[in-house]
């Protein structure tokens, strides 16, 4: 079965702009979760939407913000870039989400990122 | 905030080693994963744990919860060159009605042929 995709894999932005990233999770997974990894932080979770609900977030201010429509693509928006928002930017679909216990839970596909550039 | 602490950072093995790394925190996690990450790729799950004390093995990984649910451990035998990469262990953590999953720093592994 497909993949995760995410769109676009590159782009380089200036500080003030704002960005939008998407993500297509595979088929039949209705979480979707967003991370931001760089070197000095390494992955740090965003936050989790399940069937269009945001259920769970990480510690990130409010410019960094999302949405997931009904057929469970998600897109994550950063406004106000700065430039410690260069990062690559990770989409991850899961069957069991961040939520509950046993099997599935925390299991999660990624994709390939997206790569953000602030200048 | 809670944090994993992973080591070791970097590992130099030779083909055919065996290779140990580490997970802990000062927090409980009630689940720990591992996954592998490859250059210019996401992270690709490895083996997912569940219950205190469990031992998990996924062909030549083996990884453990630790007993105190605070620590996790991942052994590779007989490392071969496609091990090359870095190995990051995450724990979730959920209470109420919230999932926080927290990753390690990663340990990068570097195989001589």
């Known amino acids: 079965k497909a993949g995760v995709t995410q769109t676009p894999r590159y782009l380089i932005k200036t500080r003030g702009q704002q960005v939008t990233l998407s993500c297509s999770p595979i088929?039949?997974?209705?979480?979707v979760s967003w991370y931001q990894q760089t070197p000095g932080q390494g992955l740090q979770f965003l936050f989790e939407?399940?069937?269009?609900?945001?259920?769970n977030k990480g510690n990130f201010p409010g410019r960094f913000s999302g949405r997931q429509f009904s057929n469970s693509r998600s897109e994550m928006n950063v406004s106000t870039l700065e430039l410690g928002d260069s990062a690559l930017y990770l989409c991850?679909?899961?069957?069991?989400?961040?939520?509950?216990?046993?099997?599935?839970?925390?299991?999660?596909?990624f994709g390939e990122g997206s790569r953000l550039t602030v200048l | 905030g809670q944090q994993l602490n992973q080591s070791p950072q970097s590992m130099f093995i030779q083909e055919g080693e065996d290779v140990s790394m580490n997970c802990t925190s000062s927090?409980?996690?009630?689940?720990w994963l591992w996954y592998k990450q490859d250059p210019g790729e996401g992270p690709v799950l490895l083996i997912a744990?569940?219950?205190?004390?469990e031992l998990t093995s996924n062909g030549r990984l083996t990884a453990q919860f630790g007993i105190t649910r605070k620590d996790s451990f991942l052994n590779i035998s007989a490392s071969i060159p496609s091990d090359v990469g870095i190995y990051f262990c995450?724990?979730?953590?959920?209470?109420?009605?919230?999932?926080?999953?927290?990753f390690g720093k990663g340990t990068k592994l570097s195989v001589k042929p």
């Open positions: 991850a679909s899961s069957l069991g989400g961040l939520r509950g216990q046993g099997a599935n839970t925390g299991e999660l596909f």
């Open positions: 088929s039949g997974h209705r979480s």
């Open positions: 939407y399940f069937s269009e609900t945001q259920r």
């Open positions: 927090s409980i996690f009630n689940t």
């Open positions: 744990l569940y219950k205190a004390g």
């Open positions: 995450a724990g979730l953590n959920y209470g109420g009605s919230q999932g926080n999953l927290i």
